[in-house]
């Protein structure tokens, strides 16, 4: 298995000093149990030809949440229909401006890099996403999406951070989840076990090898090997976990970091701190990131037009990356968004909240490609806004499990009906 | 740890209260609980004032305009709402400030306590300042008055109404939002009532509004006056009777006790405990005085394992920091960022159920930030997270004026002067940060006078024992030598003040 670790690094690496700085690390060798695990001679012949050391089937979900209510009509755009040019004489964009992908449907036309996604086959569109009662809120709608409970329940966890305390009681290292942030969001939050945040490996595990929070953490560790059950070790051991989390996640951050070039944008920087670890042996099978804001009330053209710009840019990047390092057909990104917008504009240049929105979906490895379902239809509205016709839940169901292969009934609390593109 | 009276005495004041002052340190060891808790009451039954930091340019607005007869906010121009909308998020924040400086200095520990305790539980999130306040108002003058006196004001607040949509509820189309939150989170909770009572109970608080001066409302034409059967009682109902019903359940005492249990006493209930203080809150008539004596006038109050057994919520921990170290911050504004980065920020609450409290405090970035405060705080260290956006609040402008005020331009200058009066222990290891970039700095002045007193007694052997002594409610298993290697130990001032931050920058401050 040695030798075989050292061919790939070959492979791979121009430098024989690298290889050996690579060799000397304790953390190539563990390499990921679940790269070593999967791990069969076919594979092992066709990782040999590639550039990554990741086999293939180590999936990876990156969840992009597109803070402040994104305008879907705006997004994904029935350029041929008359009501939705009636109720937006100012803010609809002209089929011309669009970047279509059929005849009927355009995307907002700064978000080319996705058309390009879907002529390659690369993107899911679902359309008309939402939940029963929506909630107009934005901090009640994303509670309602972050924590997939119902409009009148109100959930401490959240989705992804219930699927941590299915999957990971007892794993080793608490960096199954990772929001590309300061704080951490309810999403990430469960019972027992908790994502960790980060806005660089570098910064995190500078900011937790400060002297004294090491020996602290370690005094304690010395006396209570057994953990114990007080509130104050239940502290501990969030910090020992968090030292620990912090010098692995730097570690693998410097193993195989990305050397593809992304725009100088936040989202951009972000995005290109999880392709280095999606190349590495980390055992991080979610990401966690928002853009924002897009609570366009008032003059909505340019502000979607410079948030579309961000994500279209880094998005693009980032696939780049992981189509050059194989890692494309692994990875699943979603975007969501707590609600979209009415239908109609306002009178600011803008539009208000509103219910329905829509999702992308991007990976090299989905089942059904390009518009999943049908647009939204215009004609059958509630109150002028969208009808939902997918539960958000069953998306995260599908996702769970049949991308992360985890159980969705204990995680969602509900029988989901699975969706069919992945 | 044994448990001594200092303790029972620190342990009441940070239960009752936000901790010991530095002025209180002098009586801690030798005063008695009794003594302690009559005080706490005597301080905390006076008149109280309001708290008022609505800005004439916000009441202009909206009062002076509302004097025309057709006061409606859609008659403002866009301008003038903008204009609105802003000061009145600016007023929200030095409510905030002006609440928070109430809870550090003020004697009425007590009332300020209760008071946090019924803001996270008559949860509301209101841009209007008016609301906000008057909401306040009556928490604040309730605190420690009647639970069913409360209930029924809160219920009539123009902050309750408009944040679930009772305006909304009329006649013939009902908005149960209310209704069904009255239950759940103010009175019975969940799992006590059928769907078929929210609905009755909705029809019950129709014509329920509050007008644009947050003036309760009875809009007689749009209540439903039919008859309705609710909690298993069948009559032509309206809102008051609907909460006499809900008051006259014992569910109602017991949930409400259960969830102040956990406030004051312990995250882990003891039932038989909460049955025996429930059933005399409801025999003596839901007066919340009559609760929090028997707690606090019991002996197991002061038990072992329910002191130190609590997570400190963010603005228990800064609160009890500006008590126990008395300062003045140059920038008041930061101590939002540092609220929203630790995920309590007053008036904001992240629902209607209020804040979670206890173990969902801590991830591991809140517990990496507490950590660091009091380092922050002593020192000219930066930080550099940046809390989360709240779209609720910015209305799709990325607002970011309390980080820009919490920056510091005179960073570098202040660094170099404060940096040298540093022992190289302190220098070198986090006490006065590192990595000046582009972070803020929380820039307080600490005045130890009183602090420094309490020690000025003491041999040096004896030092750590009594500053652990002040700051710590939790059994600590700190060992002397790790916290010397981090003191500084040039002057004895040097040492207790390192010290004292040192402590407070564990997990076990944490706790209270």
Not at chain 2, 22 to 42: H, I, P, Y
Not at chain 2, 238 to 244: A, F, H, P, S, Y
Not at chain 2, 351 to 372: E, Q, Y
Not at chain 2, 394 to 403: F, L, S
Request: proline share 3%.
């Amino acid at each position: 298995m040695l030798i075989l670790r050292f061919l790939i690094a070959i492979s791979k690496s121009q430098n024989l000093k690298i290889i050996f700085m690579l060799l000397k690390r304790r953390g190539f060798f563990q390499a990921g149990s679940l790269a070593t695990a999967s791990f069969l001679l076919p594979k092992f012949l066709k990782a040999f030809e590639r550039p990554s050391v990741i086999p293939p089937g180590n999936k990876v979900l990156v969840v992009l949440q597109l803070s402040g209510g994104n305008d879907g009509l705006n997004t994904v755009i029935p350029v041929h229909n008359d009501i939705y040019y009636r109720s937006r004489p100012r803010l609809g964009i002209e089929k011309t401006g669009a970047a279509l992908i059929t005849d009927e449907v355009g995307l907002h036309p700064a978000l080319t890099g996705l058309k390009g996604l879907y002529d390659d086959g690369s993107l899911g569109i679902l359309n008309s996403v939402g939940y029963p009662n929506p909630d107009r809120s934005h901090f009640r709608s994303m509670d309602i999406w972050q924590t997939a409970s119902d409009s009148k329940e109100f959930l401490q966890t959240g989705w992804l951070g219930r699927y941590l305390d299915a999957r990971c009681s007892g794993c080793e290292k608490p960096t199954q989840a990772l929001e590309i942030d300061d704080v951490v969001s309810l999403a990430l939050k469960g019972e027992q076990i908790k994502g960790i945040a980060l806005k660089d490996p570098r910064r995190l595990y500078e900011a937790s090898h400060e002297g004294y929070i090491r020996e602290l953490s370690a005094q304690h560790a010395s006396l209570r090997s057994g953990g114990g059950e007080r509130p104050v070790d239940y502290l501990y051991k969030t910090m020992a976990e968090t030292i620990s989390g912090a010098d692995y996640i730097y570690d693998q951050s410097r193993l195989r970091p990305s050397s593809a070039s992304y725009p100088n944008t936040e989202l951009g920087k972000n995005l290109h701190t999880i392709a280095s670890l999606i190349f590495s042996d980390i055992n991080t099978q979610v990401y966690y990131l928002s853009l924002g804001s897009f609570d366009t009330h008032v003059n909505q053209a340019a502000q979607q037009q410079r948030l579309f710009k961000e994500l279209n840019d880094a998005l693009g990047s980032f696939v780049s990356d992981l189509k050059a390092n194989h890692r494309f057909e692994d990875t699943l990104l979603l975007t969501f968004s707590e609600f979209g917008r009415r239908v109609a504009q306002n009178a600011s240049g803008g539009t208000d909240h509103g219910t329905a929105n829509n999702m992308f979906l991007v990976s090299g490895g989905l089942k059904q490609k390009g518009l999943i379902n049908g647009l939204p239809d215009l004609n059958d509205l509630s109150e002028g806004d969208l009808k939902y016709r997918v539960d958000f839940k069953d998306i995260y169901a599908t996702v769970l499990n049949k991308w992360l292969g985890a159980d969705d009934k204990t995680i969602l609390g509900r029988q989901s009906s699975y969706l069919d593109f992945i | 740890m044994p448990i001594t009276n200092q303790l029972k005495n620190q342990h009441l004041l940070w239960r009752a209260g936000f901790g010991p002052m530095a002025e209180d340190l002098e009586d801690l060891s030798t005063g008695r609980q009794k003594d302690f808790v009559n005080a706490l009451w005597k301080a905390s039954s006076g008149k109280i004032s309001s708290i008022e930091v609505a800005d004439n340019a916000f009441k202009g607005l909206s009062m002076g305009v509302g004097e025309a007869v057709a006061m409606q906010r859609r008659e403002l121009s866009p301008e003038q709402k903008k204009e609105l909308r802003k000061q009145s998020q600016k007023d929200i924040k030095s409510l905030n400030l002006a609440w928070l400086n109430e809870m550090v200095s003020s004697d009425a520990q007590l009332r300020e306590k209760m008071a946090l305790f019924w803001h996270g539980h008559f949860a509301s999130r209101n841009l209007n300042i008016f609301y906000q306040q008057l909401l306040l108002d009556t928490i604040r003058r309730n605190a420690l008055g009647n639970f069913g006196d409360l209930l029924r004001e809160v219920s009539r607040s123009a902050a309750m109404i408009n944040f679930l949509n009772n305006n909304q509820n009329k006649k013939d189309h009902p908005n149960e939002n209310f209704a069904r939150e009255v239950m759940e989170l103010f009175t019975m909770g969940r799992g006590n009532y059928t769907e078929q009572d929210v609905k009755e109970g909705a029809r019950a608080f129709t014509g329920w509004g509050a007008d644009l001066n947050g003036e309760f409302q009875f809009r007689k034409g749009q209540h439903d006056d039919g008859q309705k059967t609710f909690l298993g009682r069948t009559g032509r109902f309206d809102g008051d009777e609907v909460l006499n019903i809900l008051l006259e359940q014992k569910q109602t005492a017991r949930f409400i006790t259960k969830k102040l249990y956990r406030y004051l006493v312990n995250e882990e209930i003891d039932e038989a405990r909460v049955d025996w203080l429930a059933g005399r809150f409801f025999q003596g008539n839901y007066e919340i005085k009559g609760l929090l004596q028997d707690i606090f006038d019991s002996e197991w109050f002061y038990e072992p394992r329910n002191i130190g057994s609590r997570i400190k919520s963010p603005v228990d921990l800064l609160v009890g920091i500006r008590r126990l170290l008395p300062m003045k911050l140059e920038n008041e504004q930061v101590q939002l960022v540092l609220q929203r980065l630790l995920g309590q920020l007053l008036f904001y609450p992240p629902n209607v159920a209020g804040w979670p409290g206890g173990s969902a405090w801590i991830d591991s970035s809140t517990l990496m930030f507490r950590l660091r405060i009091p380092g922050l705080i002593y020192g000219s260290g930066t930080f550099s997270q940046r809390p989360k956006d709240d779209d609720d609040q910015m209305m799709g402008m990325k607002d970011r004026e309390e980080m820009k005020a919490a920056g510091g331009e005179d960073r570098g200058e202040r660094l170099a002067t404060r940096s040298g009066e540093r022992s190289a222990a302190a220098k070198g290891e986090g006490l006065t940060g590192r990595g000046g970039r582009g972070g803020q700095m929380i820039r307080a002045n600490i005045d130890w006078s009183l602090y420094l007193k309490r020690f000025e007694k003491l041999p040096r052997e004896q030092l750590l024992t009594a500053i652990s002594g002040v700051t710590l409610q939790a059994q600590a298993d700190l060992n002397e030598g790790l916290l010397k290697k981090y003191a500084d130990s040039r002057s004895r001032e040097d040492f207790i003040k390192t010290a004292t931050i040192r402590l407070m920058s564990t997990p076990e401050y944490q706790l209270c």
